[in-house]
C-alpha cells in the first residue's frame, strides 16, 4: 500500500508492507514518479484529491494500480504532527 503526498515538483511516497512495515519513504521529482509507480507489482495507492490527483490516478490505474482518492477533509484526522510532505504521505495509509 502507498501513501503519496502530491506537489507540484517533489512528492514523498510513503509505502507499507501487508504487516504494516514501512517498505518505501521516497521523496521523487515528478520526472521520475512515473517510472518508479511503474515497476512496482500492483498495490493500493492513496492520494489526497486535489487538482492533479486524477491525472495521476488515471496514470497509475493504467499501471494496474488500485487508487483511492480521499476527500481533503476526511484527510485531516491521518495527518501526524509537524507537518511535512513526508508525514502527510505516511498519514494517508
Do not use: T
Not at 7 to 12: H, I, L, S, T
Not at 55 to 73: M, N, T
Amino acid at each position: 500500500m502507498l501513501g503519496i503526498d502530491l506537489a507540484k515538483q517533489v512528492f514523498q511516497v510513503h509505502g507499507v508492507d501487508e504487516r504494516g512495515h514501512r517498505s518505501v519513504s521516497k521523496r521523487l521529482r515528478r520526472a521520475s514518479l512515473p517510472g518508479f509507480i511503474a515497476q512496482l507489482p500492483p498495490c493500493l495507492i492513496g492520494m489526497e484529491a486535489c487538482g492533479s490527483a486524477h491525472y495521476w490516478a488515471r496514470k497509475f490505474q493504467g499501471y494496474g494500480h488500485e487508487v483511492r482518492l480521499i476527500s481533503p477533509q476526511f484527510v485531516k484526522p491521518y495527518v501526524k504532527s509537524q507537518k511535512n510532505d513526508a508525514n502527510d504521505a505516511g498519514g494517508d495509509l
